[in-house]
């Protein structure tokens, strides 16, 4: 069974990380878990080292940063990535161990499905499937959905470019020109948090047009504002 490298980005999340810690428990090879803290001021890095994670204090903050220092200090060929507020599903290990096992599974980069936790919410369910349709149609699927990737391609597209924001759109253009980005068949549960705090279509169009803005060449921190408003 080929070792795997889990690396997650951390800022206050005692409340969250201990959950998705314990989903990873499921590996049944060798697991390196890495959480890439950008200063946090809660009990973060505590939780992630009684769980048996390393824990990396970034140079720089932001979730572009922490991810490129993270998996700049992972060991294994196979890099997995995850934000915290995420729950893995029952089956995950089998799904992974399929791809690593497989000849073919290097060529690709792989994603989960997006569904939001336990939401009941019709809107919500309609978002899971456009985003689902997006990432198998459109090569984009988001950070919230895990990247799973093999370290020579990972390497070969220049990895996380330090970015406080959109470092995962930044990082799967680059990759779709050079490999395709597949589904893993299994939904990535995330917090529905963000969700809750404004309607859906606010919280899309919000994204939308943050995304569209930096298209445009806006800048990080005219981005950052943005995103915090």
Avoid at 43 to 56: E, I, S
Avoid at 108 to 126: I, Q
């Amino acid at each position: 069974m080929a070792g795997l490298s889990v690396v997650i980005p951390t800022l206050d999340e005692a409340s969250r990380l201990p959950l998705l810690l314990a989903d990873l428990q499921r590996w049944p090879g060798e697991l390196e878990v890495i959480v890439s803290d950008g200063g946090s001021r809660d009990h973060t890095r505590a939780v992630a080292q009684l769980a048996g994670a390393t824990v990396l204090d970034s140079p720089t903050a932001g979730r572009g940063p922490q991810l490129r220092w993270g998996v700049g200090h992972s060991s294994h060929a196979w890099v997995l990535v995850l934000h915290a507020d995420s729950r893995l599903p029952d089956t995950w290990h089998h799904k992974v161990e399929q791809i690593l096992s497989s000849p073919e599974g290097q060529l690709s980069a792989w994603c989960f499905d997006f569904k939001v936790e336990a939401h009941g919410r019709p809107m919500l369910w309609l978002l899971e499937r456009m985003v689902n349709l997006r990432s198998r149609w459109l090569q984009r699927p988001y950070g919230d959905q895990g990247l799973l990737i093999q370290r020579q391609l990972y390497e070969r597209v220049g990895g996380y470019r330090p970015l406080a924001l959109m470092e995962d759109l930044d990082l799967v253009e680059r990759l779709s020109q050079v490999a395709p980005l597949r589904s893993l068949n299994c939904a990535l549960l995330t917090s529905a948090e963000r969700w809750q705090k404004r309607s859906v279509l606010v919280q899309a169009w919000r994204n939308a047009r943050l995304r569209w803005l930096w298209r445009q060449g806006r800048s990080t921190e005219q981005l950052l504002r943005l995103y915090r408003r």
